[in-house]
């Protein structure tokens, strides 16, 4: 592999982390913010199930 074609790569290869850290940042939805694993205690209490 020449130099050239080494340098060109870690440049694409920097360009495209670049890039995935721009829409990254862009983008506001961070799904494992809103992901609910199940009823709470409030939804137990109301309904009178008792986790064990």
């Not at 130099?3 to 961070?30: F, G, K, S």
């Amino acid at each position: 592999m020449s130099i050239r074609c080494a340098v060109r790569h870690r440049l694409d290869a920097l360009a495209e982390r670049w890039q995935r850290l721009a829409t990254m940042i862009r983008d506001p939805y961070r799904p494992e913010k809103h992901y609910m694993r199940g009823p709470g205690p409030k939804w137990h209490a109301k309904n009178g199930l008792h986790m064990t």
